[in-house]
């Protein structure tokens, strides 16, 4: 027996995006409160807030500040392994 993949509408998942960011409730809680998988709503809400594309594109080589944090950070990676 298969499962059935449930669809929503835009509308609905606009008022459950709306019940986590404008009322405060966390995802979980609208979650359950609607019967939606948590992930689902944690994607729509990411996806509202503009966090569901990667603002790294890793096709454009790190500028020169970015090539310094880069060493930076693996300086300060390399000497906390090492204690």
Do not use: H
């Not at 500040?65 to 693996?74: C, D, G, H």
């Amino acid at each position: 027996m298969g499962s059935t993949r449930r669809s929503f509408t835009e509308e609905y998942k606009a008022q459950a995006v709306s019940s986590v960011i404008d009322c405060g409730r966390s995802v979980a809680e609208v979650a359950r409160n609607i019967g939606c998988n948590e992930t689902t709503l944690g994607v729509w809400v990411k996806k509202a807030r503009g966090e569901d594309s990667d603002p790294v594109d890793p096709a454009v080589p790190p500028n020169e500040s970015e090539r310094m944090e880069l060493i930076r950070l693996r300086g300060e990676v390399k000497a906390w392994s090492c204690t």
